[in-house]
């Protein structure tokens, strides 16, 4: 009889060194054990036990454990299948950051007030996040589906400030994107072009636009792209002059922001 065979894989990258990801497959019991990052975990195939502190919890589908920095805690199948998982480690000045986004008012990692989540969307979508950062996409995308899940995430614990924020660098910031559409810009590279904390602009971004700098530009190379498509350009040249890093990544891009692929639109002018 064939036993599945177990694995496990780490996703890390230099470029954001703030994140370590596991997947992994596995029924192994864990000790009580703690670490100093910020964890999020889901089963994709199994139930566990999961404890965290003195509170134990039976962790299921559409469920996400939360895990607090020092927290002891440990998280073990109930049965002899093997659970299939994801488990995130973040680092807890990085959610410092994402979290004075939602409140200007928080300087260091504020402990989120539950240990588990149920919300099938959620979980959904902490799902695609974890494939996607396994997957061979951008780092820029990769880093830019971070920022956006954990701004929506940790929204669901702070008192999120409606206050706007009023700074004249905004539109010079969103003229240069403009200026330099064909570029992919990163948050670092804005940071160093304006002299402004990387986090404060995507604090801009999110009062002014409700969206990070990396998805208003996707949005201007999109629209540009439209315009190029309804002038009869070829789709590779559109994705060139557009500055993707190549067709697929156009035509992804396009499918999400239009809701058709680069040749469905165009043929809606070209005859």
């Known amino acids: 009889m064939n036993q599945e065979k177990t694995f496990t894989k780490i996703f890390t990258d230099e470029r954001l060194p703030f994140v370590e990801l596991r997947y992994s497959n596995s029924n192994m019991h864990y000790k009580k054990h703690f ?3 910020f964890s999020l975990g889901v089963n994709k195939k199994g ?22 920095p020092n927290i002891v805690h440990s998280c073990n199948s109930c049965s002899d299948v093997l659970n299939v998982y994801y488990m995130l480690y973040l680092n807890p000045s990085w959610c410092a950051n994402i979290q004075n986004i939602i409140n200007k008012d928080i300087d260091t990692f504020a402990n989120i007030p539950v240990d588990i989540l149920e919300d099938e969307d959620f979980y959904n979508e902490y799902i695609n996040l974890c494939e996607f950062l396994f997957a061979d996409n951008y780092i820029l995308d990769k880093e830019d589906f971070l920022y956006s899940f954990f701004i929506k995430f940790f929204s669901l614990f702070l008192n999120e400030e409606k206050e706007d924020i009023v ?56 629209n540009k792209s439209k315009e190029l498509l309804r002038k009869n350009h070829s789709i590779v040249d559109t ?28 043929l809606n002018f070209v005859q």
Do not use: W
Not at 49 to 66: A, P, R
């Open 35 to 37: 670490h100093d990052t």
């Open 47 to 68: 139930v566990s036990i999961y404890l965290n502190g003195e509170t134990s919890y039976t962790l299921d589908k559409n469920m996400i454990s939360i895990i607090n």
């Open 167 to 222: 700074d004249k660098r905004f539109k010079e910031i969103m003229f240069y994107l403009e200026e330099n559409y064909r570029e992919n810009i990163s948050i670092n590279e804005l940071s160093k072009e304006f002299d402004l904390n990387p986090f404060y602009i995507i604090r801009l971004f999110k009062s002014e636009m409700n969206m990070t700098p990396h998805a208003y530009l996707l949005n201007l190379k999109i």
């Open 239 to 266: 994705a060139l002059e557009c500055g993707f890093f190549d067709q697929s990544h156009f035509h992804k891009n396009f499918l999400k922001i239009v809701a058709c692929t680069p040749n469905e639109y165009k």
